[in-house]
């Protein structure tokens, strides 16, 4: 079963370089919708551009790599009481291996 599985109705991870487009995505959502809780790169992120890296290159392992996630989502997640979570990030490029295992099938 997934770590944060029921926590939220429903998580969307956008993944992409282009800043300026996840930004205007993230505030967009989360300025619009009640029910929607939006964030564009949330601390710690650029941390897990790094483990993404590694994840990669073949220097961490997948359940290293979720490890990671989990922890560095656990406090934001502890605030956030909308149903519906979006995050932009391109930082997450490497997890997307480990995201059913994070937060069930997205």
Not at 75 to 90: A, H, K, M, T, V
């Amino acid at each position: 079963m997934a770590y944060y599985s029921g926590q939220f109705e429903k998580i969307a991870v956008i993944l992409s370089t282009g800043w300026t487009g996840t930004m205007a995505l993230a505030h967009y959502f989360d300025a619009s919708y009640d029910q929607v809780k939006a964030l564009h790169e949330p601390k710690p992120s650029r941390r897990l551009r790094l483990a993404s890296n590694r994840y990669l290159y073949g220097q961490l392992s997948k359940s290293n790599l979720a490890q990671q996630l989990i922890r560095s989502q656990r406090r934001l997640f502890r605030d956030i009481s909308e149903p519906f979570y979006i995050e932009s990030n391109g930082f997450l490029h490497g997890f997307l291996d480990v995201f059913d295992d994070v937060f069930g099938q997205l």
